[in-house]
Nanobody
């Protein structure tokens, strides 16, 4: 079964950190670009970060540049999103998704991140 499963979300205070994980099963990450998206209540879904294959080039949204880091562990079949210096505006459901080039075809179920004092 082809799927992505996110984990690592939770409640954190402003300035804190979280590490999200995205575990792939049923397919090999080495052939896919993996991205993290987020969607806050009442807002459109936005791309946060992505990492390409095979060279692991990364790209970040301006809003998270310098605070978030995306990485990949091919051996474990997982992609991670390290989020530092979190802000209340980072509160959203975070999704990972996989693409072979023409669009994101495989999506996880999402994990909630809440940044609040």
């Amino acid at each position: 079964q082809v799927q992505l499963v996110e984990s690592g979300g939770g409640l954190v205070q402003p300035g804190g950190s979280l590490r999200l994980s995205c575990a792939a099963s049923g397919f090999r990450l080495k052939y896919y670009t993996i991205a993290w998206f987020r969607q806050a209540p009442g807002k459109e879904r936005e791309g946060v970060a992505c990492i390409s294959s095979p060279y692991s080039n990364t790209h970040y949204a301006d809003s998270v540049e310098g605070r978030f880091t995306i990485s990949k562990d091919k051996a474990k079949g997982a992609v991670f999103l390290q989020m530092n210096n979190l802000k209340p505006e980072d509160t959203a459901v975070y999704y990972c998704a996989a693409s072979v080039g023409s669009g994101y075809d495989i999506w996880g179920q999402g994990t909630q991140v809440t940044v609040s004092a």
